[in-house]
């Protein structure tokens, strides 16, 4: 895999492209784990008592 301006750039893109990818997972991840509790806690409150 050889890009216009030689190997090293192709690796330094790729690992840049695969970083910036887990990165942004790893922050939709918690970001959904948080937006899911922070639902499943305020509907846990709303529920009567019993």
């Known amino acids: 895999m050889t890009g216009p301006l030689g190997e090293a750039f192709s690796s330094v893109a790729f690992t840049t492209m695969v970083t ?19 639902a499943w806690w305020l509907l846990r409150e709303d529920a009567p008592a019993p």
């Open 20 to 38: 910036l990818a887990i990165i942004e997972l790893h922050v939709e991840l918690v970001a959904g784990a948080a937006a899911w509790l922070a």
